[in-house]
């Protein structure tokens, strides 16, 4: 636990900066539950895998491979399945939807965890800047196909960041999904995290007759694999003193995913960001309906010329 864990005040519902997946899971039974976590097999997915477990939930766990979802769901306590879902890959994506439907699955939750960070080079899938294609249009391929999998008062959890605030000045650069006009790292992270936001804004709109619920979530920050392309000098000289003062541990950075998917402060809460476990702001272009609506529109578009 970090210093700043230990100071910073707790938020209106009793939880805050400090508070774990365990905390704010703690008294739930989700047996009978059923919840797809992606990314099971790293950092906060199998942290929050393993709590959601810990509390009785089926957890389907989602990694690229099935042979990593395997060894990490052969890990946790509880009644999991492992399955593969490559989000890059838009095929594994529809295997993976098509084997849910085949098992019958109902889904209470989707929490869409796994994702990239701050490429150093442009890399691209199908045409289309890697982090938007991974941590955007996968999870939108994988939660838009599942959405008759849903039951009626079913939670969907979309990992965004504070990053999404380093996102380009017109949030998303629609003429520039290839990053071919010029590309850097961290915006196109940023770019990535506020698609991650809009899309659950839309979803939450659409969601707006049901029990359904759409949310996003800053996790906080936390030293897992995915600050692998981040410089080894800093995160060898920074890193343990931030480690030590600032960031959250796992436990810690799984909590505000967990409280938004099953804690019962959650009902009825829809569109809106998470952080610390608590509703919070994010930046004003993150709230633009139409902005939304463009996003949401112009991904199905890129689904549709996949082809595959
Ligand atoms: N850690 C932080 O400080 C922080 C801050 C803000 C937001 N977040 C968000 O929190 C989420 C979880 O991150 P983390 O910190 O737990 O990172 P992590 O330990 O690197 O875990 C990321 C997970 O995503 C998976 N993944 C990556 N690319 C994928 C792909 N193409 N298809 C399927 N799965 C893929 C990884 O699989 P492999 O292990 O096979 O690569 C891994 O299971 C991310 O969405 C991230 O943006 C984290």
């Not at 909590?255 to 809460?269: D, F, K, L």
């Not at 702001?281 to 890129?302: G, H, P, Q, V, Y």
Request: hydrophobic share 45%.
């Amino acid at each position: 636990m970090s210093l700043l864990s230990k100071l910073k005040p707790n938020g209106k519902n009793g939880f805050g900066y400090g508070s774990t997946a365990e905390m704010v899971t703690a008294g739930i039974s989700l047996v009978g539950k059923t919840i797809l976590v992606t990314g099971c097999n790293s950092g906060l997915g199998f942290e929050t895998m393993r709590v959601l477990a810990l509390r009785g939930a089926h957890i389907i766990g989602t990694a690229r491979t099935a042979a990593k979802a395997m060894a990490a769901t052969r890990l946790v306590q509880g009644l999991t399945t492992p399955l593969a879902c490559e989000l890059a890959d838009p095929q594994s994506v529809r295997a993976c939807i098509a084997s849910i439907k085949e098992k019958g699955i109902r889904l209470d939750a989707i929490i869409a965890n796994a994702g990239i960070m701050a490429l150093p080079k442009l890399e691209t899938a199908f045409g289309y800047e890697l982090q938007f294609f991974t941590n955007h249009v996968g999870h939108f391929i994988l939660v838009t196909g599942l959405l008759d999998t849903l039951t009626d008062n079913a939670r969907v959890v979309i990992l965004s960041s504070s990053a999404h605030q380093r996102a380009p000045q017109q949030g998303i650069q629609f003429d520039n999904l290839d990053g071919s006009k010029g590309y850097e790292a961290w915006a196109f992270y940023g770019q990535s995290k506020i698609a991650n936001l809009l899309f659950a804004k839309e979803l939450s709109r659409r969601f707006a007759a049901t029990g359904k619920t759409a949310n996003a979530c800053h996790p906080g920050v936390i030293k897992t694999n995915l600050g692998r392309n981040i410089n080894p000098l800093i995160t060898n000289t920074i890193g343990p003193i931030a480690n030590a003062l600032l960031f959250k541990t796992i436990p810690e950075g799984a909590a505000t995913q967990c409280y938004a998917a099953v804690n019962p402060g959650a009902i009825g809460i829809s569109g809106a960001y998470f952080a610390d476990c608590n509703v919070a702001e994010c930046r004003a272009d993150a709230n633009d309906s139409a902005l939304a609506k463009k996003l949401w529109e112009r991904t199905e578009e890129i689904v549709a010329s996949l082809k595959i």
